[in-house]
């Protein structure tokens, strides 16, 4: 039986089951004696009304007003503004219904700890990925996730900057390149291949460089990236003995945007060092080609990073092992 049930049928002691699970827990500063009341509130929140939340309970509407007056009481401040058509959540109630999801959510994967793939997932899951990894690869493999999970509420952030998994609440990120926040926990999932890549239209008019003397010579141009506009361009990478060196190309454009980069490469403005898992697809349609393989950047790190070690729901265990099958057939 789910908690969600138990909660509502009273076929457990609450106040013990809050002993366990919360550990002495709080929102807003007040300490949570009974699961019920949340549940309810968070009914009435997302359903928009107290009749249909009392409805989807099976309790009187009566007694969810009730219990959502006196929640109110209890932590102090006032969560849902009533009128007689609607139901909306206060700003002090957004941030109480955000944290009791998330309880409610370890409640679940408390009680699946020990079944396996029996019970489904469930709760929020709030992770973020690189643009380009986010709309080549796994959004499009993301319906058969999302069908084998339908319970599981997933928020996605693409973006090319280093997000902060703490202060923005983000259960796992996927990341590129060395990891320097040693106050981290990183998985690491292998190297991403990197190739040189330009336009038909770009190489007929500058010419196919072969090496980097013909890079030089030819005049040709980069398009340069950097994840903030302003600051010094990463230039144009390639192997050096057992390291690698920059060079540094002429280029007009400068991008801080994986799609930019991409779409400026395609309309000829210059050329690019970008993962074989953003642009191979492009070098199969012949709208880009693949230039100086033995002068390609050095591969990228790939990453999964939490903020802890232990205690990782089974959502994040799960998103995580699947992220990894998704990424494997472009890591080396």
């Known amino acids: 039986m789910c908690w969600r049930l138990l909660c509502l049928s009273g076929t457990i002691n609450t106040a013990k089951m809050n002993t366990l699970l919360f550990r002495g827990e709080t929102i807003k500063g007040v300490k949570m004696q009974n699961l019920e009341p949340v549940l309810i509130f968070i009914t009435v929140a997302e359903m928009g009304s107290f009749t249909r939340a009392a409805d989807s309970l ?28 609607s139901v909306q959540l206060t700003e002090d109630g957004r941030v109480f219904h955000s944290r009791a999801r998330d309880l409610l959510a370890e409640v679940d994967d408390l009680h699946s700890m020990f079944a396996g793939d029996r019970v489904a997932l469930r709760g929020r899951l709030r992770v973020d990925l690189p643009t380009e990894v986010a709309r080549t690869t796994i959004v499009p493999a993301l319906p058969d996730f999302m069908a084998a999970h339908p319970y599981l509420e997933l928020e996605m952030s693409s973006t090319d900057r280093q997000v902060d998994l703490v202060q923005e609440g983000f259960d796992c990120v996927l990341r590129l390149g060395p990891i320097r926040d040693e106050t981290l926990v990183a998985r690491p999932l292998g190297l991403l291949r990197m190739v040189n890549a330009a336009s038909p239209a770009y190489l007929a008019r500058y010419g196919i460089p072969r090496s980097l003397e013909d890079l030089r010579r030819q005049e040709h141009r980069t398009v340069h990236f950097s994840t ?19 060079l540094q190309l002429p280029g007009a454009l400068h991008v801080n945007s994986a799609q930019t980069y991409d779409a400026a490469a395609l309309a000829g403005l210059g050329l690019i060092q970008a993962p074989l898992l953003g642009i191979g697809q492009y070098f199969t349609s012949g709208a880009l080609v693949e230039i ?29 092992k699947w992220m990894e099958e998704i990424l494997k057939p472009y890591l080396e």
């Open 292 to 320: 100086m393989p033995d002068f390609r950047r050095r591969a990228l790190p790939v990453s999964l990073i939490v903020a802890h070690r232990g205690n990782l729901s089974r959502r994040v265990r799960v998103f995580m």
């Open 58 to 85: 099976g309790i009187q509407k009566g007694r969810a007003s009730t219990v959502v007056r006196k929640l109110e009481e209890e932590v102090g401040v006032r969560l849902l503004h009533r009128t007689t058509r």
């Open 228 to 246: 903030m506009l302003g600051s010094r361009p990463y230039g144009w990478e390639y192997p050096d003995g057992d390291s690698f060196a920059t």
